[in-house]
C-alpha cells in the first residue's frame, strides 16, 4: 500500500502543477496577473525497524511569485507618470497657444504698435488712424481668444476633476470589496487568495495612476489606502468617498474633498500625483499664473497708453478719450460667511500689481491679508472705509458693511481683465496724436535761444491751454506772467502743467510763446509717446515693459512645459523599468510554462504507471493467497 500511496500523492501533485500551469498559460494576457507556483513538500515518513519509508509528496501551497517592494515601485513611477502626463499634455497646449507666430500675443502687440508709429509718420491721415482701430480691435480679440481658450481648459480641468473623482469612489469600493474577501479566504486558513491578491493590486495600480496613494498592510490581509496628507481611503473593507465640490469662493471652480465633510475637508491643496495630481498642478502653476499675467498686461497697457492718450488732443483740438477699458478686480466672499459685509476692489496702479491674487480675513476684530498661492501675509495701510481704503500692491478695498469673525473674501486683481479687455474708441478721428501745447520763438529774437515744442506735465492744470508768453529781462533771467526766473540753458520750465526747454543763448528781449496747438493735425508729438510706450516699463514698478512682460509670458510657460516634458521622459523610463523588474519575477513566459507543462504531463505518467505497478503486485498477491 506504501507504493500506492506514493504514486497517488505524486500524481495529485501533479495534477495540482498541470492546473496551476494551465492557469497560468491561460492568464498570460490578464493585466495585473502573477505567475503562480506550486510549493511541495515531502510527507513525513512512516518508521520501521530497519529504517524511515518515505510517504511520497504533498503540496505545501500555491504561492503567487509576486514582490511587493517591486509593486510599491511600480506603483509610485506609474503615479508620478501620470503627474507629469497630464501637466505635460495641458502644459503644452497653452505653451503652443501663446507661442504660435501667428495666434500669440506678440505679434498682435507688435502689429498694434507698428499702427501707432505709422500714426505717428502720418498723423493727418485718416486711413492710419482706421487701421490703429483695427489693430487694437484685433489685439483685443487676441486677448479674448487666449482667455477663452483658457477658461475652456478650466471647463476641461472641472471635468476631468469630477469624472476622476468617481473612478477613484469606484476604484475604492472594489479594493473594500476584495479586502473582505481576501480577509474571508485567509480565516478559512486554506492559503492566499492569489487571484484575489492580484485583483486588487491591479485596482491599486489603477488607483496610483489617478492619484499618489499611500498603503497599510493589516494582519487580516486587507489594505488600508490613504491620500494626501493621511486622509483615508479604505479602512479594512470600508471605502471613504470622495466629492467635486464647488470652490467656497469661485463656484464655477470645482475643488476635491471629503464627501460630507465640510471646508476642512477640501483636499485640493495635499493633493499630488497621478492624473488628478498633474491636473491640479497644471491649475496651479500654469493656468492661473497665465490668466493673471495675461490681465497684468492687460492693466499695463490700459493705464500706461490711457495715460499719455489722455495728454494728446485729437483732429477735433480735443484731449483724448480712454482708449482702453479694463473690468475692476474680482472681489468674491466666501460660502458661508456670517456677516453682511462686502467688499469693493479697485486699481490704483498697473505698475504696482503683483498679478497674484488675495484673501482677506476678518478674525479677533483685525483684518489680515495674505497670498492666495503662498499664504504670505501682506503689509497693508488704511481701515477699509471709503474714505480710507485698504491698499497694498497697487489695488485700493473698500469693506461695506460688517463683518463676523472668520469671514473671508478672495481678490482677483487681473485674473478677468485679459478677456475683458476691449477699445472704446470707434471713430479714428479720436485718435490724440498730437501734443496740446506748442512752444515757438519770435521771429524778431535777436540771440541764438531755441524752444522745444514742449510737452504735458499734467494734464489736468486749468491753466494748461492758456497763451503764455517767456520774456527774457537778460541773458539768465525771464519773466512769465509778472514772475521773475532764473535761465539755465537746456533746463526745462515747468508751467500750467506743461514743460518746455530753451537751449542756446537768449538776449534780453527775446520772447518765446507757449499756447494752445490749435491747427495740430500734422503734429505727431503724443502719436511718438505711444509708440515707444511698447517699450518703456510700465509694470512691476516700472521694470517691465508691454514687450517685456508678454515674453517672459511665453517664456515661462515655456520653461514650465519643456522642464515637465523632460521629467516626463525620464519618469517614462523609470517607470518602464519598474514593470520589467515586477514582470521578470511575475510576469508568465510561454516558453518556461511550455516546459514546465511536459515536465508535468511526465511526472503526471510516471505517477500513474506507479498506480498501475502498485495495481499489479496487488492483484498478483491477491491470486497468490487466493489459491
Known amino acids: 500500500m506504501s507504493l500506492l500511496n506514493n504514486s497517488v500523492s505524486g500524481l495529485l501533485a501533479a495534477q495540482r502543477q498541470l492546473t496551476t500551469t494551465g492557469h497560468n498559460i491561460n492568464n498570460v494576457n490578464t493585466e495585473g496577473y502573477s505567475r503562480q507556483r506550486v510549493d511541495q513538500s515531502t510527507r513525513p515518513p512512516m518508521g520501521f525497524g530497519d529504517g524511515f519509508v518515505g510517504q511520497g509528496t504533498q503540496v505545501s501551497g500555491i504561492n503567487r511569485l509576486y514582490d511587493q517592494f517591486l509593486g510599491d515601485q511600480l506603483q509610485n513611477a506609474t503615479s508620478a507618470h501620470a503627474e507629469l502626463e497630464s501637466f505635460t499634455n495641458l502644459a503644452q497646449r497653452v505653451d503652443n497657444l501663446l507661442a504660435d507666430a501667428d495666434a500669440g500675443l506678440t505679434p498682435s502687440l507688435q502689429n498694434f504698435f507698428n499702427a501707432v508709429q505709422d500714426v505717428a509718420d502720418d498723423p493727418s491721415s485718416i486711413s492710419a488712424r482706421q487701421v490703429l482701430l483695427s489693430e487694437a480691435e484685433a489685439l483685443v480679440n487676441r486677448f479674448d481668444t487666449i482667455d477663452q481658450r483658457m477658461s475652456d481648459l478650466e471647463s476641461e480641468i472641472n471635468s476631468e476633476i ?3 473623482v468617481e473612478e477613484i469612489n469606484g476604484l475604492t469600493d472594489s479594493i473594500a470589496r476584495l479586502n473582505q474577501q481576501i480577509g474571508d479566504a485567509v480565516g478559512q486558513g486554506r492559503g492566499q487568495p492569489n487571484d484575489l491578491l492580484d485583483q486588487r493590486d491591479q485596482k491599486l495600480q489603477e488607483l496610483s495612476e489617478l492619484i499618489k496613494i499611500e498603503k497599510v498592510s493589516q494582519d487580516d490581509g486587507s489594505v488600508n489606502v490613504f491620500v494626501g496628507n493621511g486622509t483615508n481611503l479604505v479602512i479594512g473593507n470600508e471605502p471613504y468617498q470622495l466629492e467635486a465640490r464647488r470652490n467656497d469662493f469661485d463656484p464655477s ?7 460630507g465633510q465640510p471646508e476642512p475637508g477640501n483636499l485640493s491643496t495635499t493633493l499630488e500625483g497621478g492624473s488628478l495630481g498633474g491636473i491640479m498642478g497644471f491649475r496651479e502653476d500654469v493656468l492661473d499664473p497665465t490668466l493673471n499675467q495675461l490681465g497684468k498686461i492687460a492693466h499695463g497697457l490700459t493705464e500706461s497708453f490711457n495715460e499719455v492718450h489722455a495728454e494728446g488732443i485729437d483732429l477735433r483740438g480735443e484731449f483724448g478719450e480712454a482708449f482702453f477699458s479694463v473690468p475692476d478686480p474680482q472681489a468674491r466672499p466666501r460660502r458661508g460667511n456670517e456677516g453682511d459685509a462686502e467688499i469693493q476692489a479697485t486699481v490704483s496702479s498697473a505698475q504696482e500689481l503683483s498679478g497674484g491674487d488675495y484673501r482677506l480675513r476678518f478674525v479677533g476684530g483685525d483684518w489680515q491679508i495674505n497670498r492666495a498661492d503662498t499664504g504670505e501675509e501682506v503689509d497693508f495701510d488704511g481701515d477699509g472705509s471709503p474714505g480710507d481704503p485698504f491698499t497694498f500692491d497697487g489695488l485700493e478695498v473698500v469693506v461695506d458693511g460688517t463683518p463676523e469673525d472668520g469671514d473671508a473674501f478672495e481678490i482677483q486683481p487681473t485674473r478677468a481683465a485679459g478677456g475683458g479687455l476691449e477699445r472704446v474708441i470707434d471713430d479714428p478721428r479720436s485718435v490724440a496724436a498730437a501734443a496740446p501745447i506748442i512752444g515757438g520763438a519770435d521771429g524778431d529774437n535777436l540771440g541764438s535761444g531755441t524752444i522745444t515744442l514742449g510737452e504735458v506735465v499734467d ?3 486749468p491753466d494748461l491751454m492758456e497763451t503764455v508768453e517767456i520774456e527774457f529781462l537778460d541773458e539768465d533771467t525771464f519773466e512769465i506772467n509778472g514772475d521773475t526766473f532764473t535761465y539755465e540753458a537746456g533746463e526745462p520750465i515747468e508751467y500750467n502743467g506743461w514743460q518746455v526747454s530753451i537751449s542756446g543763448q537768449p538776449e534780453a528781449g527775446d520772447t518765446f510763446t507757449v499756447q494752445a496747438n490749435s491747427g495740430g493735425s500734422g503734429d505727431n508729438r503724443n502719436a511718438n509717446r ?3 510706450l511698447v517699450d518703456e516699463g510700465v509694470m512691476d514698478g516700472g521694470q517691465t515693459s508691454l514687450q517685456d512682460g508678454v515674453g517672459e509670458l511665453v517664456a515661462d510657460v515655456a520653461t514650465k512645459t519643456s522642464q515637465a516634458q523632460t521629467n516626463r ?3 517614462s ?9 515586477l514582470e521578470s519575477v ?8 511550455a516546459a514546465n507543462l511536459m515536465k508535468f504531463q511526465q511526472a503526471y505518467q510516471a505517477s500513474a504507471q506507479s498506480i498501475r505497478v502498485a495495481d499489479t503486485i496487488f492483484q498478483s498477491l491477491i491470486n497468490a493467497v487466493g489459491r
Open 569 to 571: 521622459d525620464a519618469q
Open 573 to 581: 523610463t523609470l517607470k518602464s523599468q519598474a514593470r520589467e523588474s
Open 530 to 532: 505711444l509708440a515707444d
Open 162 to 164: 469630477r469624472n476622476s
Open 586 to 593: 511575475s510576469g508568465v513566459n510561454l516558453d518556461e510554462e
Open 459 to 461: 494734464v489736468d492744470d
Open 253 to 259: 471652480r470645482l475643488e476635491v474633498a471629503r464627501a
